[in-house]
C-alpha cells in the first residue's frame, strides 16, 4: 500500500463509520416515532375504554384501582393497573394482558368477576389491546395494594365462576357484518367492545349476567339509572337522531331535551367527549339500528297519587325554573317534558336529583337540593307529577319509602 493511498483509506473508514451512525440514528428515530404512535393510539382506546373511571379511586391516583363497585353478592375493589411491579402490572407481559381482557384470566390463572367486563372486551382486537398494555406501560407507576375480592361467602370463592363462564361467556373477536357500512360497523365495534355499553344499560339476571332479551333497555347502576338505548320512541333514542347522540356524547347535553348525569356524566367527562367525532357518529349510527325494546311498566306496579298536591308542590318549588309547562329554558335550564331522565322506568335518577341537586355545567345553571326543603312525600308527589304530565306517560310509581332509601345514601 502506498503512503498516498493510506490517506484515501482512512478517508473512507470514516466516512462509512458515519453513514453507518446516521442509519442508526434514522432508524432508531423512525422506531421511537413508531412506538410514540402505538401509545398515543392506546391512550385513545383505553380512553375510549374508559379505563380510567373504574380503576381510579375518588381521591386515588388514576389507574392505581381501589374504586369499590357494590354487587348484590358483596364489594368487589378495582384493581391496580398501573405498570408497579409489586401492585400493579408491572410484570404482566403482553400476552398476560390479553389474557385478561379477552379471556377474562389474571396472571394467577384466576377467573376475573364479570364486574370487569371482559364479556364486552374480548371482542376487542389483539392489535389493540396491545396498544393499551403499550400506553399503561407508559403511565405513572403507583405501589397501592388492593385486595380486590370482597365478595360475601360462596360468591368470593373464584371457583364459582367456572359455572358461569359455561353459561354467560362466549370469547371471540368481533366481527363486522358485511351487510352494514364500515361507519356502522367502526361503532358496532366501539359500543359492542371497547365502550362496553351494554354492561350499563342493561337489567341482569340473579347472577348478575345480562338478560340477552332485555340488552340496551335501561338499568340500575350506582343507584342511578342507565337509560334504554333502543330505538323505543319513548323511553329510548327512537326521536332522536344520529347527529343527536353522536353530539349528546360528545358534550353531555341534549338541547332543550335532557343532559347527562351520575355515571353517564363521568363517562362523557372521561371517554367520550374525547373520541373523535368519527367515531362518536359511527357509535351514533350503530345504537340507532338497535331495534325499539321497552322495559317501560314492566311490573305493572302503580301507585294512586294525589294529582293535586303534585300539582301544588311542582308550582311552588320548580315551575319557577322548569316553568309550568316543563319547558325549561334552552341551554339553561333542562326540560321536564320528554326528558328521558324523567320518563324512565326506574325513578332513581329524578329522586337523586331533587335530593342532591346538580351543579352547574355545559351552560346549564346549578339546581338547589331540596334534602332540607321536602319531606319524603313530597318528594315522591313532585316526582310522580312530573313523569305523567305534559304527555310523560311514565308510571306514578315513585314511593316515599324509595326516596327514604335514596336520601339515606344518596352516593357520590
Known amino acids: 500500500m502506498s503512503a498516498l493511498s493510506i490517506p484515501f483509506f482512512s478517508v473512507q473508514l ?8 446516521f442509519a442508526l440514528i434514522f432508524s432508531f428515530t423512525g ?21 380510567v373511571s373504574c380503576h381510579t379511586a375518588p381521591g386515588g391516583q388514576p389507574f392505581a384501582g381501589g374504586l369499590k363497585m357494590k354487587t348484590p353478592f358483596g364489594d368487589l375493589l378495582s384493581p391496580n393497573i398501573t405498570p408497579d411491579a409489586a401492585t400493579g402490572i408491572g410484570s404482566w407481559s403482553k400476552d398476560d394482558f390479553f389474557r385478561a381482557l379477552h379471556d377474562g384470566i389474571n396472571k394467577k390463572g384466576q377467573d376475573l368477576y364479570p364486574a370487569m367486563p371482559f364479556t364486552s372486551y374480548t371482542k376487542v382486537s389483539r392489535e389493540d389491546i396491545d396498544a393499551i398494555y403499550d400506553y399503561l406501560r407508559t403511565v405513572k ?16 370463592i373464584r371457583s364459582s365462576m367456572l359455572v358461569w363462564r359455561e353459561l354467560f361467556f362466549t370469547r371471540g373477536f368481533f366481527k363486522p357484518d358485511p351487510k352494514q357500512s364500515d361507519v356502522w360497523n367502526r361503532g358496532a365495534y366501539l359500543v359492542e367492545g371497547l365502550e362496553h355499553c351494554s354492561a350499563c344499560h342493561s337489567p341482569r339476571n340473579i347472577m348478575g349476567a345480562i338478560k340477552p332479551s332485555k340488552e340496551y333497555t335501561g338499568a340500575v347502576i350506582d343507584g342511578w339509572y342507565a337509560l334504554n338505548l333502543t330505538s323505543e320512541p319513548i323511553t329510548g333514542l327512537g326521536k332522536w337522531s344520529a347527529q343527536d347522540i353522536a353530539s349528546y356524547l360528545k358534550t353531555g347535553k341534549y338541547p332543550g331535551k335532557t343532559t347527562a348525569l351520575g355515571p353517564m356524566e363521568e363517562v362523557v367527562h372521561n371517554s367520550t367527549r374525547h373520541l373523535t367525532d368519527a367515531d362518536l357518529l359511527a357509535m351514533a349510527t350503530y345504537l340507532k339500528s338497535l331495534p325499539a325494546n321497552s322495559s317501560l311498566m314492566a311490573d305493572g306496579r302503580k301507585i294512586d ?18 316553568q309550568s309547562s316543563g319547558r325549561g329554558i334552552k341551554d339553561v335550564i333542562p326540560p321536564l317534558d320528554g326528558n328521558p331522565v324523567i320518563i324512565a322506568p326506574d325513578g332513581a335518577n329524578i329522586i337523586k336529583v331533587m335530593i342532591r341537586g346538580v351543579n352547574g355545567r355545559n351552560g346549564y345553571i346549578p339546581m338547589p337540593a ?36 335514596v336520601r339515606a345514601n344518596p352516593g357520590i
Open 141 to 156: 407507576p403507583v405501589n397501592n395494594a388492593v385486595k380486590v375480592n370482597q365478595l360475601d361467602f360462596p360468591f368470593n
Open 14 to 21: 470514516r466516512l462509512g463509520l458515519t453513514l453507518r451512525i
Open 305 to 322: 297519587t294525589n294529582k293535586a298536591e303534585g300539582t301544588r308542590l311542582y308550582v311552588d318549588n320548580c315551575s319557577g325554573c322548569h
Open 31 to 51: 422506531f421511537s416515532a413508531a412506538a410514540q404512535s402505538a401509545v398515543k393510539n392506546g391512550e385513545y382506546l383505553a380512553t375510549a375504554g374508559d379505563c
Open 370 to 405: 331540596f334534602a332540607s326543603r321536602l319531606s319524603d312525600d313530597e318528594i315522591a308527589a313532585i316526582a310522580n307529577y312530573v313523569r305523567t304530565s305534559w304527555g310523560n306517560s311514565a308510571s306514578a310509581n315513585i314511593t316515599a319509602a324509595e326516596v327514604k332509601k
